[in-house]
């Protein structure tokens, strides 16, 4: 098992910047394909951003594309997501997520899940 913790949420004015962390403990970090989901009020969980075991191959969702960039570092057991240029649609709570089988945008197939945390972003 993976234990997942977020941090680095908080409010920002629109067309500011954030980075948030998703710390890991439990079993090998290097082990993991992570992922970042967010989810908005009354909206699905929706994908973001993924990043393989490596760190070499990245994935985006088209909403995100351009703006925000994930990033891992295996030495710390910590995957990042820093996100520029953020906008009141980018509001939501952002989960980080892992699972060994590979890359998926589809919330359901991630075992491990973060608490998540909260980004909002005001116009």
């Known amino acids: 098992q993976v234990q997942l913790v977020e941090s680095g949420g908080g409010l920002v004015q629109a067309g500011g910047s954030l980075r948030l962390s998703c710390a890991a403990s439990?079993?090998?970090?290097?082990?993991?394909?992570m992922t970042w989901f967010r989810q908005a009020p009354g909206k699905e969980r929706e994908f973001v951003a993924f990043?393989?075991?490596?760190?070499?191959?990245?994935y985006y969702g088209e909403s995100v594309k351009g703006r925000f960039t994930i990033s891992r570092d295996n030495a710390k057991n910590t995957v990042y997501l820093e996100m520029n240029s953020l906008n009141p649609d980018d509001t939501a709570v952002y989960y980080c997520?892992?699972?060994?089988?590979?890359?998926?945008?589809?919330?359901?197939?991630?075992?491990?899940w973060g608490q998540g945390t909260q980004v909002t972003v005001s116009s």
């Open positions: 997520a892992a699972d060994v089988g590979g890359f998926s945008h589809r919330a359901g197939d991630y075992d491990y």
């Open positions: 439990g079993r090998t970090f290097s082990q993991y394909y």
């Open positions: 990043i393989n075991r490596s760190g070499g191959s990245t």
